[in-house]
């Protein structure tokens, strides 16, 4: 097992330039980018690469921001996730617990992505130095993979064939525990439904007018109904993308919505979206309109593998937790004490598909306790473009307290503390981790190859991207 390698001088190659992806997991922070547009974020991640010696192929797949870093040769290959996209809306200044936006409605890193892009590539530079004293041992790649929140370029990668002979992979994802994960996500499919009638004047002529405005109207409430129709477990969002022009008084002639269609796995997400076509064309019947119907991306429900999320968790051990001192502890409660109950019981969501005994931490700021692995049949209710990755060669997903216990998703409290020195602990923790992971596939292709025939018995081998060939990611 991990015994045949030399796991006290990995942990020495992420110690001797931890300083430096700390500063770039800050300076990834300090210039947030919506999905498809993080233009000099993964410059930043690629400018690492290249002054380490890696070859970075840019704009893989057609995808601007997209990219894959190469080191090594031979197998196992084993590739590691970045992302480095922010949330719109969540600007926010650092370390700081009350709301202080650094630029009013701007981007900020709601979801801690500059930590994650900024951990991988301090791992992939460990492993290529483990590589320079071990040459021949493996392969390393770091996929820059753009537009987590929106966009999804993971899964236009997995469909094009991009992790084809990628042997495993690895990613992780700041949070508010230590655990690899054993559960479940839920697939998405975003579509947009482009309503398209004839203007006309609303007062003196409107008989002759076609509202798509009417359409949209009509479909949202024909789905709302369809809600007590399908599985209890699916949820259907939409958001106008254009409602028609802003006089009252003209009938409008063009109007837009996008859809989120969300379930436990792909193949009911799919099923459930010809049912919300079927009332979009309803619609359209309805208001003498036409309705053209487009899917943009899906993402698809994770598969957690046993054989590499085990080689995963014996990693983390090894690696240890984060080593929070008293001012993270303090950082963690000043921001704590501010959560409601219901925030607090929320953030023990994840806690609780983490742990088996998990409720011992519902009152517990900062999580340090590293989680067994576990496989459970139960799923997390948001999505992620990792799922597609899973689907098409093994995949390990883990999860470091970056913030404090109750702290709510996508809020500028994330934020906050993704700059603060509990997260840059965390960078240190994924990186030394994902290293050790990834050096240990590397001495025990036994088990990557169980992974691979584990991941062939789940799936039978298939993969179905509900985008169609050819199309790319549309920038949100």
């Known amino acids: 097992m991990s015994e045949t390698i030399n796991t006290r001088r ?16 800050d300076a990834i922070w300090a210039v947030p980018e919506l999905g498809l547009a993080e233009h000099r974020s993964a410059g930043l991640l690629i400018q690492a690469l290249e002054r380490e010696g890696f070859q970075v192929e840019r704009g893989i797949d057609g995808i601007e921001t997209a990219f894959v870093g190469t080191y090594g040769s031979g197998r ?32 900020g890193h709601g979801c801690g992505h500059n930590a994650l892009g900024a951990g991988v590539v301090a791992a ?10 071990h ?21 236009f990668l ?29 697939a998405n499919i975003c579509v947009y ?17 076609r509202s798509a405005l009417d359409a949209c109207e009509l ?85 957690a593998n046993d054989a590499i999320s085990r080689l995963f968790v014996e990693a983390f051990n090894l690696a240890g937790p984060p080593q929070f001192d008293a001012q993270d502890e303090a950082l963690a409660r000043a921001f704590w004490d501010q959560y409601s109950e219901n925030e607090k019981a929320a953030g023990m969501m994840r806690i609780n598909l983490s742990y088996p005994d998990g409720e011992k931490f519902r009152d517990t700021p900062l999580v340090k306790e590293i989680g067994p692995y576990f496989r459970i049949d139960k799923y997390m209710p948001g999505s992620t473009d990792v799922g597609d990755v899973s689907y098409v060669t093994p995949t390990g997903q883990l999860w470091v307290t970056c913030y404090a216990n109750g702290t709510p998703g996508h809020s500028w409290q994330v934020t906050s503390q993704v700059a603060s020195s509990i997260t840059h602990k965390a960078v240190v923790c994924a990186a030394k981790t994902m290293a050790l992971a990834t050096v240990m596939a590397f ?31 549309v920038m949100p």
């Open 193 to 209: 439904f482009t309503f398209r009638g004839r203007s006309a004047h609303a007062a003196a002529a409107p008989h002759l007018g």
């Open 219 to 303: 479909m949202n409430v024909g789905v709302n109904y369809l809600r007590e129709h399908v599985p209890t477990e699916v949820r259907m969002h939409y958001a106008y993308q254009n409602a028609g022009e802003k006089a009252p008084n003209v009938v409008h002639a063009n109007a837009c919505l996008k859809y989120y269609i969300r379930a436990p796995k792909m193949a009911l997400a799919v099923q459930v979206l010809e049912r919300v076509k079927d009332v979009a064309r309803g619609a359209a019947l309805m208001t003498g309109t036409e309705c053209d119907i487009n899917v943009t991306a899906g993402m698809s429900d994770f598969i």
């Open 76 to 107: 196992p290959v084993i590739g590691l996730l970045a992302e480095y996209d922010a949330l719109p809306g969540l600007s926010q200044e650092a370390a700081c617990t009350s709301y202080k936006p650094l630029a009013e409605g701007e981007p």
């Open 10 to 25: 990995i942990l020495e190659l992420v110690e001797e330039k931890k300083e430096q992806f700390i500063t770039l997991s």
């Open 124 to 133: 992939a530079v460990a492993v290529k130095d483990y590589l320079k004293e």
């Open 158 to 186: 997995a469909r094009d064939g991009y992790f084809k002979d990628v042997d495993a992979c690895f990613t992780w994802h700041p949070g508010n525990c230590n655990s690899v994960q054993g559960y479940s996500s839920n």
């Open 443 to 473: 001495s025990q292709p036994d088990v990557v190859e169980q992974a691979r025939e584990e991941l062939k018995q789940r799936t039978g081998g298939v993969y179905v991207c509900p985008v169609e060939p050819g199309k790319k990611p």
């Open 135 to 155: 040459p021949g041992a493996g392969t390393v790649k770091v996929f820059g993979c753009p537009g987590e929140e929106a966009g999804w370029s993971k899964m």
